[in-house]
């Protein structure tokens, strides 16, 4: 009889990338479900697969595409499943055009790891993570604080920007759609934008972005 507590389902378009999560889950106990496709662009066929399954935590890589596996990619099945509070995380390769696009969703997918970073022995932390994300109780890496940002760059389709009260010297680009409407029309280099960042992540992919709404003038501005 299967454990539910550790039933974890497994979500990739890469035969080989998938069967190794499922060997090592074994390995350590866990009860692996590959969830085989493809399902083209039926995510919800995806999602209720999943579902019936009724899985403690869900792994799901972020390009479904490669293998003809689904239209889609892994962030909106992560995002559709934590919106119904199953526990999900996103595996990525963190390649540049998905580090900065991901940043889109970040604030509503608490765990993503690289997959040269991920270990299955921290499944169960990371589950604990996105369950206090469930339970509205986010871990203090995850809380989000009203900072002030400033505008290093704009470019087509991004700003770049430093986060003086994470750190000072290293600045990174924000796709413009997670700017409020009024400051996308009017941002340029120099101004200082505020909104909440979960400044007690370790590593800038961690950061999300959220409520950037209000420019400040930079002459009235400390930093």
């Known amino acids: 009889m299967m454990n539910l507590a550790r039933r974890?389902?497994?979500?990739?378009?890469?035969?080989?990338?998938?069967?190794?999560?499922?060997?090592?889950?074994?390995?350590?106990?866990?009860?692996?479900?590959?969830?085989?496709?493809?399902?083209?662009?039926?995510?919800?066929?995806?999602?209720?697969?999943?579902?019936?399954?009724?899985?403690?935590?869900v792994i799901c890589d972020q390009r479904l595409t490669a293998k003809q596996y689904a239209s889609f990619n892994g962030v909106e099945v992560v995002?559709?499943?934590?919106?119904?509070?199953?526990?999900a995380m996103l595996l990525t390769t963190y390649q540049d055009p998905d580090r900065v696009a991901l940043r889109l969703a970040r604030s509503q997918i608490p765990v993503i790891r690289g997959r040269d970073t991920f270990r299955i022995e921290d499944i169960d932390a990371l589950r604990e993570v996105v369950q206090h994300e469930i339970e509205d109780t986010p871990v203090a890496s995850r809380k989000p604080h009203r900072v002030l940002m400033r505008v290093e760059a704009v470019r087509e389709g991004y700003i770049d920007i430093v986060i003086p009260s994470w750190n000072p010297n290293h600045a990174?680009?924000?796709?413009?759609?997670?700017?409020?409407?009024?400051?996308?029309?009017?941002?340029?280099?120099?101004?200082?934008?505020?909104?909440?960042?979960?400044?007690g992540a370790t590593h800038?992919?961690?950061?999300?972005?959220?409520?950037?709404?209000?420019?400040?003038?930079?002459?009235g501005n400390p930093f």
């Open 204 to 219: 800038e992919d961690e950061l999300f972005f959220d409520n950037v709404d209000e420019v400040v003038e930079a002459a």
């Open 79 to 87: 995002k559709r499943l934590i919106e119904l509070k199953r526990p």
């Open 172 to 199: 990174f680009a924000l796709p413009v759609q997670l700017l409020g409407p009024a400051v996308r029309r009017s941002v340029k280099a120099g101004d200082y934008l505020l909104g909440e960042v979960n400044i």
């Open 8 to 57: 974890v389902a497994v979500i990739d378009d890469e035969p080989d990338g998938r069967d190794t999560i499922v060997d090592q889950l074994q390995d350590c106990d866990y009860d692996a479900i590959p969830i085989l496709g493809p399902f083209g662009n039926r995510i919800d066929k995806l999602i209720d697969e999943v579902e019936g399954l009724d899985p403690s935590f």
